[in-house]
T-cell receptor, first 119, second 114 residues
Framework: GAVVSQHPSRVICKSGTSVKIECRSLDFQATTMFWYRQFPKQSLMLMATSNEGSKATYEQGVEKDKFLINHASLTLSTLTVTSAHPEDSSFYIC???????????????FGPGTRLTVL | AQTVTQSQPEMSVQEAETVTLSCTYD???????LFWYKQPPSRQMILVIRQEAYKQQNATENRFSVNFQKAAKSFSLKISDSQLGDTAMYFCAFMKQGGSRLTFGEGTQLTVNP
């Protein structure tokens, strides 16, 4: 149980285009989903937190107009990188949380990640 | 604000041996959760073990166990009978109770040698 999927796993796009990444909780309802960015050999950097049906909360320094997050249902959140540039190339990871899972210990379960390359 | 520190950027161990990864944290919270996640070369983050701060008993999951010292704010991970598949980046993480945000350490790259 507690499986999170991400699609696509890898995407290459041209500079100036927009890219959408989907994050789905497959066997539980995710009241909250999170989006992280990870550079090689570094830790995860939280970009934003999204609760179903409400606006995402962005971390300081993250451009909300560039990284659009939508959490329209309890099983799906999307991250759209608008007008992507080479500096946006990175590994993007989502996670999902259901406080009722894992004996109420509020564990986050992670998707497999999406590698974005902007040419 | 909470901080999590992993002071060992890299470690290595021989197959079948035991290895301990260190983690310390700083918080003013009294109720919280601590986690160890592993990230193998596939980059999929996998939950290894979690500990509730109110529990005195150290968590164990098969070959993985923790040494949780609340007063010292220390949360080390012991891996027994290391296997090649344990090769991964290991992240220690903190979450306050009632919150949702995970604070990660910088990670420890563990290599298990045959």
């Amino acid at each position: 149980g507690a499986v999170v999927s991400q699609h696509p796993s890898r995407v290459i796009c041209k500079s100036g285009t927009s890219v959408k990444i989907e994050c789905r909780s497959l066997d539980f309802q995710a009241t909250t989903m999170f989006w992280y960015r990870q550079f090689p050999k570094q830790s995860l950097m939280l970009m934003a937190t999204s609760n179903e049906g409400s606006k995402a909360t962005y971390e300081q320094g993250v451009e909300k107009d560039k990284f659009l997050i939508n959490h329209a249902s309890l099983t799906l959140s999307t991250l759209t990188v608008t007008s992507a540039h080479p500096e946006d190339s990175s590994f993007y990871i989502c996670s999902a949380r259901d406080p009722q899972l894992a004996g109420g210990t509020d564990t986050q379960y992670f998707g497999p990640g999406t590698r974005l390359t902007v040419l | 604000a909470q901080t999590v520190t992993q002071s060992q950027p890299e470690m290595s161990v021989q197959e079948a041996e035991t290895v301990t990864l260190s983690c310390t944290y700083d918080t003013s919270e009294s109720n919280y959760y601590l986690f160890w996640y592993k990230q193998p070369p596939s980059r999929q983050m996998i939950l290894v073990i979690r500990q509730e701060a109110y529990k005195q008993q150290n968590a164990t999951e098969n070959r993985f166990s923790v040494n949780f010292q609340k007063a010292a704010k220390s949360f080390s991970l012991k891996i027994s009978d290391s296997q090649l598949g344990d090769t991964a980046m290991y992240f220690c993480a903190f979450m306050k109770q009632g919150g949702s945000r995970l604070t990660f350490g910088e990670g420890t790259q563990l290599t298990v040698n045959p």
